[in-house]
């Protein structure tokens, strides 16, 4: 059984091409992996063979000039294919992010306002991106992303550089949806 897609008439309509089903479903790019994955057999596997830019229009709204080149940085150097510099790079913007209402603020309370405004001060969403932003900085200071000291951890598989690429990204992409034009810079 194949799954469905909407057509040019936004009509469902069957395809077998796992592309067309994700940009052809609504909303865009979302689809029931589990109930598609159990449909193929029990030895099959999904692999993502088409991926979207990362960065682009999501930039826009980030008034930081900083923070902003940071992150064009970013995403030329992941599109050259050099995610190790690029995960570099996401670092020193992630860093950045952090002092985003410097100096005004400290870097902890620079922190906590952004998660305060990510959060809407809802305490599962602050325990939540507090949690992120604690997790990323620890990856930060034990592997070899930004520090090169003997006792960091080595990044010895380039899909580890992925992993650390997007989940630092997608946290960096979410908190400049919520930042004001009143940063210290």
């Known amino acids: 059984m194949s799954p469905n897609r909407y057509d040019d008439k936004k009509q469902y309509v069957e395809t077998s091409d796992l592309q067309d089903f994700i940009l052809g479903t ?22 993502n063979t088409y991926d979207l830019p990362m960065i682009g229009a999501a930039l826009d709204p980030i008034e930081e000039a900083g923070l902003k080149e940071l992150l064009q940085e970013t995403a030329k150097y992941y599109d050259d294919g050099n ?18 209402y410097s100096p005004a603020l400290d870097k902890k309370q620079s922190v906590s306002k952004i998660i305060a405004d990510m959060s809407d001060s809802k305490a599962p969403y602050v325990n939540l991106f507090e949690k992120e932003f604690n997790e990323l900085t620890a990856i930060g200071n034990s592997f070899r ?13 380039n899909r580890h550089y992925e992993y650390f690429y ?20």
């Not at 609504?26 to 692999?47: G, L, N, W």
């Open 145 to 157: 992303i930004r520090h090169h000291e003997t006792t960091k951890t080595n990044i010895e598989d």
């Open 83 to 100: 995610v190790k510099i690029a995960v570099e790079k996401l670092w020193d913007a992630f860093e950045r992010l952090k002092t985003y």
């Open 166 to 185: 997007k989940r630092c990204l997608s946290l960096i992409l979410t908190a400049s949806q919520y930042l004001s034009g009143q940063a210290g810079f």
């Open 26 to 47: 609504s909303p865009y790019c979302v689809m029931d992996a589990i109930e598609f994955f159990q449909r193929c057999r029990s030895d099959a596997k999904i692999t």
